[in-house]
């Protein structure tokens, strides 16, 4: 199982960006997805989480109402659609399944940087 992430750039406070994961050896369907990212010297957060099985989307408080997380099964890809970023939005974007991080694995990540 492979979960490869992409995306991510350099833009201006105020930017926007679209996130991509993309499984390999993994079918998403509508199981548990979420995104996660890693600022530098600080620890690994959650962004953002979908289950279409559960009929559940979350975000944490600091990007309510500016990402949003979907995903099209057709291409076994999930997207985080980031809008309005802020210079503390950036971080190493990352996306997981709960069987991988029961077993501590991760992928790349994609660097997301804003400036100001």
């Known amino acids: 199982v492979q979960l490869v992430e992409s995306g991510g750039g350099l833009v201006q406070a105020g930017g926007s960006l679209r996130l991509s994961c993309t499984a390999s050896?993994?079918?998403?369907?509508?199981?548990?997805v979420g995104w996660f990212r890693q600022a530098p010297g600080k620890e690994r957060e959650g962004v953002s989480c979908n289950s279409r099985k559960a009929g559940e989307t979350n975000y944490v408080d600091s990007v309510k109402g500016r990402f949003l997380i979907s995903r099209d099964n057709a291409k076994n890809t999930v997207y985080l659609q980031t809008h309005n970023l802020k210079p503390e939005d950036t971080a190493v974007y990352y996306c997981?399944?709960?069987?991988?991080?029961?077993?501590?694995?991760w992928g790349q990540g994609t660097q997301v940087t804003v400036s100001s």
């Open positions: 997981n399944t709960p069987a991988r991080l029961a077993v501590g694995s």
């Open positions: 050896g993994y079918t998403f369907d509508n199981g548990a």
